[in-house]
């Protein structure tokens, strides 16, 4: 079942006996657990037929006799147990309450930050049972199509450059990425298009000194831009590390070389080089003009060899932004 089905049917008050939520992305399963605790009961109910357990500290008698109580004067108990992932080998002992539910009880299982065996015999009795969510982690190249989805949702247009602000500032935290866009619904009137001075303004993201722009630069080999960037990030150092920057722009020479060696339509370019929308692969097709492998070859030997040094690794004279410099000078040369 789909997260927005599950959501439907909690706000509906249509709950599952147990439902199992896993997965390596916690977003979704804090979002689905917080439901439930909201929706399955009212307040003054909440005293006696709420249960929360912790994963550490509990077992599974303790939960098994929790779920099998009874509710005193409301229509339902619910339990949660929250970080299961704790729990281990032990979960499939739930397997025997599973099978045979309390019918008056909402048994909330959360493992998160993996994925539980999908093949198990809990998770197969959970799935006829109730409800078998997985909640994956976004991927990196996925995090600019999630964005354009939420907003979206949300009732407004987003330009290139500003999702593509988001995405590299912020990266795959899926929490923080719902909170700056509900911040900016709030703010910006309904039907506009977020742009990059509204991210600038409301987010505190530069628009001009960004990773997105220290690609641009390094792409057209705009040497005075890039040196440019790696100074603003010297003064302000929460913007960006050396780290940041060669994984940065390990993406950007890895690309072009999957584009140098991809034959075939600019589709299948782009899911070659995981390349999310034709007007990135246009911008990447400039780059490809004055990269080519073999340079591409070398810049991506340069970003492991720095990328080493960001990390203590044959470095004891130079600082970060010193060390971004001259890796910078040399992938442009």
Known sequence: MSYANIIKDIKQKKFAPVYLLHG???????RISDAILE???EEHEKD???SILYGKETDITTIVAEAKGYPMMAERRVVIVREAQELK???PDLLPYVENPQPSTVLVICHKHSSFDGRSKLSSAINKKGVVFKSDKVRDYQLQDYIQGIVKELGYDISHKACSLLAESIGADLSRIHNELNKLSILIEKGQTINDVHIEENIGI???????ELVEAVGKRDVPKAMR???????????????MITSTLFGLFSKLMRLHFTKGSDAEAMKAAKITHPFILKQ???YQKIYPPKKINTNIGLLHEYDLKSKGLGNR??????LAKELLFKLMH
């Open 284 to 286: 990447y097709r400039q």
């Open 24 to 30: 390596e992305e916690s977003y979704y399963i804090d």
């Open 206 to 212: 530069s628009k001009d000194y960004n990773n997105f």
């Open 48 to 50: 006696f037929n709420l």
């Open 89 to 91: 080998r032990k979960l």
């Open 39 to 41: 929706h399955s009961l």
């Open 317 to 322: 004279e130079f600082s970060d932004m010193e």
């Open 229 to 243: 960037i790696v100074d603003y990030y010297d003064k302000n150092p929460k913007s960006g590390n050396l780290i």
